[in-house]
T-cell receptor, first 114, second 110 residues
Framework: GAGVSQSPSNKVTEKGKDVELRCDPI?????LYWYRQSLGQGLEFLIY????????KSGLPSDRFSAERTGGSVSTLTIQRTQQEDSAVYLC????????????FGPGTRLTVL | EDQVTQSPEALRLQEGESSSLNCSYT??????LFWYRQDPGKGPEFLFT???AGEEKEKERLKATLTKKESFLHITAPKPEDSATYLC???????????FGQGTTLQVKP
């Protein structure tokens, strides 16, 4: 079946602009995660959605970052007033249900803030 | 503090030269140890999950093993197509998060 998809694959923006990144999880997966991968760094957890529960936002680095998940499926990560330090690859993953289930990753969105 | 450390950071092998990648972890309430492969410009691709010390899993030229403190990814007779970054991640029962290591970048030369 189809894997996790993300769009756009690349995004170049100017400092101060807002950006939206989209994630389509694997059909039937109730858990969805966002991570950030900076050059030379490990994957950094951002946010976790599980079904209809309140999301775990404990990894969001500032209040400029927000995410929503509509209808238990598609998710959008929004970064407001982008800064150069936001430049990174943003990865989305989904899993069947619980956090201990295997997470399957999308191809990522490479964000460059000029 | 939960931590996952991978070594070496980079590894260059000749085709056919077997070796091992190390993943050391200090994680409270380990609920699973995951290995992923990541090719440049792509997302991580799932390889293995290990749940308890002594467990081993194999896939083609790769074998993953787990002890109470570390995991190894053994690569037997590697081929150039095995070149990638290998990521290790441990699920922490304490924080409820998947903690990733920095990865080992493997290059296999023909």
């Amino acid at each position: 079946g189809a894997g996790v998809s993300q769009s756009p694959s690349n995004k170049v923006t100017e400092k101060g602009k807002d950006v939206e990144l989209r994630c389509d999880p694997i059909s039937g997966h109730t858990a969805l995660y966002w991570y950030r991968q900076s050059l030379g760094q490990g994957l950094e957890f951002l946010i976790y959605f599980q079904g209809n529960s309140a999301p775990d936002k404990s990894g969001l680095p500032s209040d400029r970052f927000s995410a929503e998940r509509t209808g238990g499926s598609v998710s959008t990560l929004t970064i407001q007033r982008t800064q150069q330090e936001d430049s990174a690859v943003y990865l989305c993953a989904s899993s069947l249900a619980a956090y201990t289930d295997t997470q399957y990753f999308g191809p990522g969105t490479r964000l460059t803030v000029l | 503090e939960d931590q996952v450390t991978q070594s070496p950071e980079a590894l260059r092998l000749q085709e056919g030269e077997s070796s091992s990648l190390n993943c050391s972890y200090t994680v409270s309430g380990l609920r699973g140890l995951f290995w992923y492969r990541q090719d440049p410009g792509k997302g991580p691709e799932f390889l293995f999950t290990l749940y308890s010390a002594g467990e081993e899993k194999e896939k083609e030229r790769l074998k993953a093993t787990l002890t109470k403190k570390e995991s190894f990814l053994h690569i037997t007779a590697p081929k150039p197509e095995d070149s990638a970054t290998y990521l290790c991640a441990a699920y922490s029962g304490n924080t409820g998060k998947l903690i990733f290591g920095q990865g080992t970048t493997l290059q296999v030369k023909p």
